[in-house]
């Protein structure tokens, strides 16, 4: 029994080291996928704020248009006005050239306002533009980063798992068994214990199991998380 024991902790040893890296190999791709989301997100609003920009502009030229449009009107109105024949006449082309000037300043105030909004736009776009960019690069660089971390972390997991398979076949198949049951619902499957307190729950060990576990000639289990127990001292021996 007390090879088994050794073995059961030193499986456990294993399995802990493993899981730490596998942890971190899972990370990796979850703060890459993240990364590129952000870029993805920021792309997207750089598109719709560049086809605001575009959408701007065009009303910005249909604007210039009315206004060179209603330039040619206030031509064509002065022009009735100078041929006139009556005082009636003189002051209806007043009226139509008053008008035409009305329109003609409002539309370009509200040409100026669009343009400097359209200035306004494109300037908080360049901004924005740069901003994406750099996450691009921040993107690129962690993904050789976390390219060589994996390949490293691939290799001492290669190196942390050596050796197993050997020492799982010297388990009885119904404690190996037990053993993977417990450790895929738990995390873990084995504590290793110094003192009459199960370090992974904080829950009492009875005394009567204590002092098997400190003489390592049975198997004894947590009663409270249900995680297999070893002596750290048969495991030292």
């Known amino acids: 029994m007390r090879e088994q024991l050794r073995a059961l902790g030193k499986l456990a040893r294993i399995d802990a080291a493993a ?3 596998d942890l971190e190999l899972r990370e990796i791709p979850k703060r890459l996928e993240e990364l590129r989301a952000d870029v993805q997100r920021l792309e997207t ?3 719709r704020e560049r086809q605001q920009i575009a959408d701007a502009e065009a009303l910005a030229r249909d604007q210039a248009e009315q206004i060179a449009s209603s330039q040619e009107a ?3 109105a002065r022009q009735k006005g100078a041929r006139a024949r009556n005082a009636r006449e003189v002051e209806a082309a007043e009226k ?3 008008h035409v000037r009305r329109s003609q300043r409002e539309r370009e105030d509200e040409h100026g306002r669009l343009t400097a909004a359209i200035e306004r736009m494109k300037s908080t776009l360049a901004t924005h533009e740069r ?3 750099a996450l691009r690069a921040q993107l690129a660089q962690e993904e050789a980063r976390s390219q060589a971390r994996m390949s490293e972390l691939a290799e001492q997991r290669k190196r942390v798992v050596a050796g197993r398979d050997e020492i ?6 119904e404690l190996l068994g037990r053993y993977e049951r417990i450790r895929e619902k738990r995390g873990t499957g ?3 214990v110094a003192e009459p307190t199960c370090p992974a729950c904080r829950m009492a060990i009875r005394p009567q ?3 098997v576990l400190q003489r390592g000639d049975a198997l004894e289990h947590c009663t409270s998380c249900q995680r297999l127990l070893v002596h750290r001292a048969v495991l030292e021996d």
């Open 209 to 211: 199991a204590f002092v």
């Open 96 to 98: 139509e050239i008053e």
């Open 190 to 192: 084995v504590v290793e």
């Open 131 to 133: 901003e994406v960019e």
């Open 168 to 173: 799982a076949a010297m388990l009885p198949r």
């Open 19 to 21: 899981r730490e890296l």
């Open 45 to 47: 609003l750089l598109a």
């Open 74 to 76: 206030l031509a064509r």
